[in-house]
């Protein structure tokens, strides 16, 4: 029997079983929510890491990990038939093909939103836009490391999260409302990386200018006043951003061996899937990345060789190293690092399935899309749900849920990953609007948010 919340119900029939009020106090300062349990998750807690890869743009599914051949697809695709799998583009993902043992493919995915803005912020919040409270909400990324908070210890010098390459549309977001130390440290792998981590001998200089600022302004950065919140978010930054320039495990984090960026693909996108694997294998602070690979909007020519086949080339390389390294690399019991490092490999959404449109390429398509999910306690080597023929309707949800996965749900697969009770709620808002972590209220319907539990073992 299905329960009350497992049906969709439109927000209008929830307006009509129960009205819902809201206090607007935008004025309340907030110097550390307290998040409250809602008693009722049994988080996994499997993962230690998260990399979550986001393919800007939306991967083509029908030419890719849900591949469905037509009259429309190149002979160098390289058509082959896997085990478990089904048909695949043996001439575009070669290196991820030889690594069917340590991935998993989720074929049901679907979306509330087909416009890429909405839908990177659905993707990284795991809520529904709002333009009146988007600048209050956190992204998953902060709320992981606003949860890490009390798990951190002395020698962690890292930002907790870290995000790369991430400009376009909605860009990284960060802490909402939560305080700023927990708001992402972005880097862009095209500029030079060392200044991250000042030479030894410059370190003494460094040190000096740092506690020059520090009494030339001690004042307003220690001043409660919520006019004064900009300076303390500042004095955040600071001190994060010193704390991690001054710790030497920092120079061999941020640096990329020349040989290293050959085998990650000889690119940007190849520097930060190196960056992503030295940080969790440091193990030193940061615990959730947020990795953007993109140009993957192929609304025309997409069979070009700049643009799908490029991108997959990219992708297939670097994630296949990331994994083989993360495998290869041990922690002192004897365990894989990829064994504690979920890894998300996923696009807002998909691409239309059929025939190409009049200029070569393919629309935004939400109804159905592929994740990849490795390590993190994940049970590799399955391909969970189906598409039908085309590739345009989910026919098997592969799941307990019954349905196809949205953004709520992998959110809540995440979070239940990494250890985190997704039922909480903080009240202490600007807004007055308690922030849940996972709301049950879609764009359009209710929702039973759930954790996709056939992905672990």
Excluded at 33 to 57: D, T, W
Excluded at 153 to 168: M, Q
Excluded at 345 to 350: D, L, Q, S
Excluded at 422 to 440: D, F, H, L, V
Aim: contains cysteine.
């Amino acid at each position: 029997m299905r329960r009350f919340e497992d049906h969709f119900i439109t927000r209008r029939q929830m307006l009509r079983i129960g009205g819902v009020g809201m206090t607007g106090y935008h004025f309340l300062p907030l110097i550390q929510p307290k998040a409250k349990a809602g008693g009722r998750a049994a988080p996994r807690g499997s993962a230690r890491f998260c990399i979550f890869v986001m393919l800007e743009g939306g991967q083509s599914h029908v030419d890719s990990w849900d591949l469905k051949e037509g009259p429309w697809t190149p002979q160098d695709f390289d058509i082959r038939a896997l085990p478990g799998v089904g048909k695949w583009p043996l001439g575009l993902y070669p290196k991820l093909a030889e690594r069917r043992d340590k991935y998993t493919l989720l074929r049901s995915m679907e979306a509330w939103e087909s416009q890429h803005g909405r839908g990177q912020y659905y993707m990284q919040t795991g809520h529904q836009h709002n333009p009146a409270l988007a600048p209050e909400l956190p992204s998953i990324g902060s709320v992981i490391a606003y949860e890490y908070a009390s798990r951190r210890r002395e020698t962690d010098s890292l930002p907790p999260f870290v995000g790369f390459n991430t400009f376009p549309q909605v860009g990284l977001l960060g802490s909402g409302f939560l305080p700023a130390r927990y708001t992402p440290f972005h880097v862009n792998t095209a500029s030079d990386i060392s200044a991250l981590a000042p030479a030894k001998e410059d370190l003494p200089e460094f040190q000096r200018r740092w506690e020059l600022l520090r009494r030339f302004d001690s004042r307003i950065r220690t001043d409660p006043a919520l006019e004064k919140k900009a300076y303390r978010d500042f004095h955040n930054h600071y001190e994060g951003a010193v704390e991690m320039m001054s710790d030497p495990r920092s120079a061999g984090i941020f640096s990329i061996r020349e040989d290293e960026h050959k085998r990650y693909g000889d690119n940007s996108t190849g520097d930060a899937f190196i960056l992503a694997r030295n940080l969790v294998t440091a193990d030193a602070g940061t615990h959730f990345i947020f990795l953007t690979h993109e140009d993957w909007d192929h609304h025309g020519r997409i069979y070009d060789r700049q643009n799908f086949y490029k991108r997959s080339y990219e992708l297939d390389t670097a994630l296949s190293r990331l994994l083989d390294d993360l495998e290869a690399a041990k922690r002192a019991d004897g365990s894989s690092v990829l064994d504690e490092t979920l890894i998300v490999c996923v696009g807002e959404f998909g691409r239309t399935p059929g025939a190409l449109t009049n200029i070569a390429g393919r629309d935004h398509y939400q109804y159905a899309f592929t994740a990849l999910f490795a390590g993190g306690g994940v049970k590799p080597g399955q391909a969970l749900g189906g598409t039908d023929e085309r590739g345009a309707k989910i026919v098997d949800p592969g799941w307990s849920g019954g349905r196809g996965v949205y953004p709520e749900d992998l959110a809540t697969t995440i979070y239940s990953a990494m250890g985190i009770d997704w039922t909480k709620k903080i009240e202490e808002t600007p807004s007055g609007r308690a922030y849940y972590y996972i709301e049950i209220f879609s764009p359009t319907q209710l929702l039973a948010n759930r954790v996709v539990e056939e992905l672990f073992a």
